[in-house]
């Protein structure tokens, strides 16, 4: 049986996950690419028991790693990841009921013509317990491709402190 205190922790983490601010450049990954995201991010004003809306960035880069071409172009090796977006949209989240958000990611990829940008608006939903290792479970959804990650709080635990840093892995799919 899982305590109040633990879904708590991990409903904040979950929302702490996700990160993003709309905006594209229309570029697009090939159907079937996966990237692989390890990604700190920062909440502010963090989650806790207390309901709240606010945002979500990654001042410290995250890692992103492909297997397949994005708009076309391999990469010859990881690339950087960052995310920038707003949680609460709907109504204040919390550390027990889970949340909502919106955002977008940008990678930049080393190819062998440069950097490439790729932006990536998306929604996100947070809140039941992580299969994709993590806490807590973040999933985000854009035009043409699906995130699933698992977030753990690096700062805070949701019941003394809020949450306001947590560490998110996982893949983004494109179909």
Partial sequence: MV??????ILL?????AASGLVGTDGARADSGTT?????????????????STGTFDNENRG??????PVDGVEATGPGTFLDKGIYGT???????NGGEGQGSYTMVLPT?????TVVLPFTLTFGAPSTNGGLV?????????????GAVPTAGDCVS?????VLVNGQIVFS
Avoid: M, W, Y
């Avoid at 305590?3 to 708590?8: A, D, E, H, P, T």
């Avoid at 904040?12 to 702490?16: E, S, T």
């Avoid at 999933?139 to 699933?148: Q, S």
């Fill in 90 to 96: 709907q109504d204040p989240d919390d550390c027990i």
């Fill in 161 to 165: 402190a809020p949450v306001t840093t």
């Fill in 35 to 51: 990237c692989t995201v390890e990604n700190p991010v920062n909440l502010a004003p963090g989650l806790s028991l207390q309901g």
């Fill in 112 to 116: 062998a013509n440069g950097k490439k």
């Fill in 12 to 16: 904040c983490v979950a929302g702490v």
């Fill in 63 to 68: 890692t992103v790693s492909c297997d397949g």
């Fill in 3 to 8: 305590s109040v205190k633990r879904i708590g």
């Fill in 137 to 149: 479970g973040v999933h985000t959804r854009g035009d043409g491709f699906v995130g699933e990650f």
